[in-house]
């Protein structure tokens, strides 16, 4: 019989969740609005996945949640913390381009920097998620403000023909203030975006440089997906970025893995357990009944 096992990455903004098959395989994924309803909103994009790819959940033989609701899932055979889910996710991820080193994770509220080491594990942290600025919901703010959507800042930024604004409010407040001040000064929309996303690219570098920046650099996370933030990053850094397929289900890849992990070692437990008591309670009965003379 064939044995899925499912992660869930329940973020401030997104829930997001893989399938994977026994060999590490993605059969699917999906990502939903986290929204008011947390657990429902997981529950029923859970179900809707489970539906779209011909699976029920008692085919899925372990479950692993992680991001900042992991607990809501109650029937969760293990929750795991998001960092330790993103390294997991990326190191397989990457493997074609060789070992990550650095994860840059911006979220829907927060960024991070993540440093492994040669193996893949996690050496050290940085996380930002007390200042809006230079998280997804500061680009959603600044998309509001021009009256675009979310995913038109990446044409927008490489459809700028002047110098980028200069952006240089560090926090999302200032910030909204200071673009409707350049829309009013006569700024094109397309070179405030530009502006946006290099000042987002400053921000988290100094963040991502308290950890160490080693190659590779894996870039994850919904604002991953915004073509011209991955171009202002990779143009601070002087270096290219690793950008996975779909950048925002990483980390509940990672917590899948995770989970075929546990579930592979449950089994093997349970196999010792089951050989070992055979033996046991042979010798337990024959001691109790004193039926044998063995002593
Ligand atoms: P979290 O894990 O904190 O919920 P995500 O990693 O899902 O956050 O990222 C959410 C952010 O991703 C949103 O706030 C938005 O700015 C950005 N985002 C989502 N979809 C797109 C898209 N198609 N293009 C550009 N940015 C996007």
Do not use: W
């Not at 074609?96 to 594990?121: A, C, H, M, V, W």
């Not at 073509?227 to 950008?243: F, P, Q, S, T, Y």
């Amino acid at each position: 019989m064939n044995e899925y096992f499912a992660g869930i990455d329940i973020g401030s903004t997104a829930v997001k969740i893989v399938v994977t098959d026994a060999d590490r395989q993605i059969i699917g994924s999906k990502t939903a609005a986290t929204g008011a309803l947390v657990f429902k909103n997981a529950q029923t994009a859970f179900s809707s996945l489970l539906d779209e790819i011909g699976l029920e959940r008692k085919h899925v033989s372990y479950l692993t949640t992680t991001g900042y609701g992991r607990k809501l899932f109650l029937d969760a055979d293990e929750t795991i913390s998001e960092i330790t889910a993103n390294a997991v996710g990326a190191r397989e991820v990457g493997k074609p381009f060789g070992t990550i080193r650095t994860i840059i994770n911006i979220g829907g509220q927060d960024s991070k920097g993540i440093s492994l080491d040669e193996y893949g594990n996690v050496t050290n942290f940085a996380m930002n998620d007390r200042c809006a600025a230079g998280t997804g919901r500061f680009l959603d703010m600044a998309a509001r403000n021009l009256e675009i959507e979310v995913d038109d800042l990446g044409p927008f930024h490489f459809a700028a023909k002047g110098i980028p604004a200069a952006v240089n409010a560090t926090c999302a407040v200032f910030a909204e203030s200071e673009i409707i001040g350049l829309l009013g000064n006569g700024h094109e929309r397309e070179e405030i975006v530009k502006g946006i996303h290099f000042s987002i690219a400053k921000r988290t570098i100094r963040l991502v440089k308290k950890v160490g920046i080693e190659e590779l650099i894996y870039f994850d996370g919904g604002p991953a997906l915004n073509k011209g933030l991955v171009a202002a990053l990779e143009d601070e850094l002087g270096r290219r970025l690793v950008i996975p397929a779909i950048p925002q289900v990483t980390t509940a890849y990672g917590a899948a893995l995770i989970g075929l992990e546990s579930h592979g070692y449950e089994k093997r437990e349970q196999a010792k357990e089951f050989a070992i008591p055979v033996v046991a309670e042979e010798s337990e009965v024959a001691h109790a009944c004193g039926a044998c003379s063995c002593g």
